[in-house]
C-alpha cells in the first residue's frame, strides 16, 4: 500500500525562527508531490508542487526540495511568522491513470511570538 | 469569486438518517472530489468527477453516493448514517486530474450519534 509520512507530528518555534518538515513516501515513480497549508476549521491550500524529476520549488518564503533516490521530500519555511501556524500536509499522487492520491497525516506547526 | 463553498458546515446525525451535503464551485472546473478527513489520519477520497454527469469510486466510497447533475455542482450523499462516518468532509475542484491544482472548499463538521 502506497504510503506517506511526515515528521515530526507536531513542531513549535519561535517568530522569525526557520524550519524543516519532512515526508518520506514509498510511491514511486510518482506524476507529482505537493505540499498543502491547512488552516485551523478550513480546506488545505496548495503551496508548491514538485514532479518527479524536480528538485526545489519555491513559493515565497516556503521552499520545497525532492529526492527521488530516498523517496523524501522537505518543506522548508523561512523566517517563520504567526501566520505560519497550520497544519502542513504532504501529498503524492500516482502516475498514470490513477487519480487517488495519498496524502499524509500533516505536521503541525505551532510559531509563537 | 466564492471559490468553493459547503452546505452546511454542521449537522448532526442519529445513526440509519440520511442526509446530502452540497458542493458548489464557481470557477468552472471540470474536476471535482470529495473527500474525508479524520484525526491522526490524512484526507481521504471518497467519490471524484471528471465532469457534468459522471462520478467514479475513490479510496473509501462505500456508504456514501454522489451526483453531478451540473457542472457547478456536487453533491455527496449517505443514505444511512453510520457513527464511524463522523468526520470532516472537504470538497474540492480543479481544472484537470493530476497535476492541476485542487481548490478546497470550507469543510463539512459531520457527527454521527
Known amino acids: 500500500k502506497n504510503q506517506v509520512e511526515q515528521s515530526p507530528q507536531s513542531l513549535i518555534i519561535l517568530e522569525g525562527k526557520n524550519c524543516t518538515l519532512q515526508?518520506?513516501?514509498?510511491?514511486?515513480?510518482?506524476?507529482?508531490l505537493r505540499w498543502y497549508k491547512q488552516d485551523t476549521g478550513r480546506g488545505p491550500v496548495s503551496l508548491t508542487i514538485?514532479?518527479?524529476?524536480?528538485n526545489t520549488k519555491s513559493n515565497g518564503r516556503y521552499t520545497a526540495t525532492l529526492d527521488a533516490d530516498t523517496k523524501q521530500s522537505s518543506l522548508h519555511i523561512t523566517a517563520s511568522q504567526l501566520s505560519d501556524s497550520a497544519s502542513y500536509i504532504c501529498?503524492?499522487?500516482?502516475?498514470?491513470?490513477?487519480?487517488?492520491?495519498?496524502f499524509g497525516r500533516g505536521t503541525s506547526l505551532i510559531v509563537h511570538p | 469569486n466564492a471559490g468553493v463553498t459547503q452546505t452546511p458546515k454542521f449537522r448532526v446525525l442519529k445513526t440509519g438518517q440520511s442526509m446530502t451535503l452540497l458542493c458548489a464551485q464557481d470557477?468552472?472546473?471540470?474536476?471535482m472530489y470529495w473527500y474525508r478527513q479524520d484525526p491522526g489520519m490524512g484526507l481521504r477520497l471518497i467519490h471524484y468527477?471528471?465532469?457534468?454527469?459522471?462520478?467514479a469510486k475513490g479510496e473509501v466510497p462505500d456508504g456514501y453516493n454522489v451526483s453531478r447533475l451540473k457542472k457547478q455542482n456536487f453533491l455527496l450523499g449517505l443514505e444511512s448514517a453510520a457513527p464511524s462516518q463522523t468526520s470532516v468532509y472537504f470538497c474540492?475542484?480543479?481544472?484537470?486530474?493530476?497535476?492541476?491544482?485542487?481548490?478546497f472548499g470550507p469543510g463539512t463538521r459531520l457527527t454521527v450519534l
Open positions: 468527477s471528471v465532469g457534468e454527469g459522471t462520478t
Open positions: 514538485m514532479t518527479f524529476s524536480e
Open positions: 501529498v503524492v499522487r500516482p502516475p498514470g491513470g490513477s487519480y487517488i492520491p495519498t
Open positions: 474540492a475542484s480543479s481544472w484537470g486530474l493530476t497535476t492541476d491544482t485542487q481548490y
Open positions: 515526508c518520506n513516501y514509498t510511491v514511486s515513480p510518482f506524476s507529482n
Open positions: 470557477m468552472n472546473h471540470e474536476y
